[in-house]
């Protein structure tokens, strides 16, 4: 009987000891205090909700991110912050965050290490959604597969629309760089000052840190690329369709920008900055839904950035980086070009002529339509040319002359798979459409149940996460048992080669470029 009961004992007292041990595994000492996460039962440890820079309220809205204030007692991080100020725009987006606050600026961190002696490559990740929404408690951006391969995952929160990039006179008087806008490119900035500060904590090496984003995700990459107040913080970058390259997102001056904040405290009814900074948070988010008021642009500040991305990769003055950046094959629709119109060869040519005047008939060339099929196929490459692809493609072209680091280039291709019953009736995709990759590249099917999902796309996934983690590591995408990838020839001659990412996945000579190159030509006339 006395033994069996000291066997119950010790048992219980294991059972008391487990706990502690996983809360002393879990906590970890941030510069600005200690928090607490939690741990996965395959020993993976995750942070939620991390402060990294003060609320911007009051009166630090519209300011540059400030630092957090520090905390003794142990703070609890084991729930997604609030989501940056937005309406709800997208319907693909799903938000595991406890609704929407101005106080928003918190990251998230996926770790393997089991303590902070470790030095593992680290993924910062920004989410798309046009600068207007957006969250990283979405599971599409979920960092435990990355950190499931050996690497230290973040998602971050960033000021989006009215609240991340509205300059304004008042702003730019009031500021000592005599700058405004650009809060949310700042605030990740600052997310990626905080990753320098506090990663090695975590098991990460503040050295080996690449960026990562789809979209508006993608464009900030490119922003944080070429600005002096992040560059220095940067080893390496992967870019999802999308830079802050005409026509998709071009910084415009100073002055442009302020006038769009005018334009926006005169439809808030608002004749001061202490009026609009009066206003609460939802009211300003409701006039940004008022029609006619223009999107809220990057600015050249002076201070973020003191010319356009493009000026500044064509000197060679942004961050030298291994380059890892595509696009996908239908990331606008016929219609894009098309419009209302049949179509047909005869429809495709008026488009083409509206669109391009003079230059119709290179235009014609460049984007052949002999028969109905090959306009639906034209017209799909075009417009997705129009949106983002030609913009990610310049960011490309010029970080492979003036980068000094190896790029690498894809065109992603695999069409979404039918819906799972009860999820919706959409038809068969004719190709790869916009962020259709992202749960792909980041190993992140299983966190979407919309769609049928086949050991095809899981081969796909497997593949294309392969290469994100590859280069995270090393800054090259290549390992073994997966198709070579070379870098793109930095002289840009048509031999530059890209990988094609579908069921078969194969590297291949660039027989795009004289088309990418008749646009750059085109748009710099504009």
Known sequence: MLR?????LAAVALLLCLPVASRAADRVDTKAGPIQGTTESDGLRVFKGIPYAAPPVGTLRWQPPQPVTHWKDVRQATAFGA????????????????????????LNVWTPAKSGQERLPVLVYFYGGGFSA????????????????????????????????MAHPELTKESPHHASGNYGLLDQAAALAWVRDNIAAFGGDPRKVTIAGESAGSISVSALMASP?????IAGAIGESGAAIAPTFNPVPLAEAEKTGTAFAAAAGADSLAALRAMPADKILEVTAKPGLPRFPITIDGYFLSKTVSEIFAAGEQAHVPLLAGWNSAESGARGVLGQGEPTPEAYAKAIGNLFGEDADTALKMYPAKTDEEVTESATALASDRFIAFSTWKWIDLQARTGGKPVYRYFYSRPRPAMNPGKGNAGPARGAAHSAEIEYAMGNLGTNDVYAWSPDDKKVSDTFTSYFANFVKTGDPNGPSLPAWPPINSNGDKAGQVMHIDVDTRAEPDSTRERYLFLDRWYSKK
Do not use: H, W
């Not at 069996?4 to 119950?8: A, G, P, Y």
């Not at 107040?229 to 913080?233: D, P, R």
């Open 4 to 8: 069996r009961m000291k066997k119950l």
């Open 134 to 165: 957006g969250d990283g408690s979405e599971p599409r951006y979920e960092g435990a597969s990355m950190a499931r391969r050996g690497i230290v995952a973040l998602t971050v929160n960033y000021r989006l629309s009215v609240f991340g990039f």
């Open 229 to 233: 107040v992040s560059k220095g913080l």
């Open 83 to 106: 989501q940056c100020m937005q309406r709800r725009i997208y319907a693909d987006m799903v938000f595991r965050a406890a609704g929407v606050s101005e106080d928003c600026l918190f």
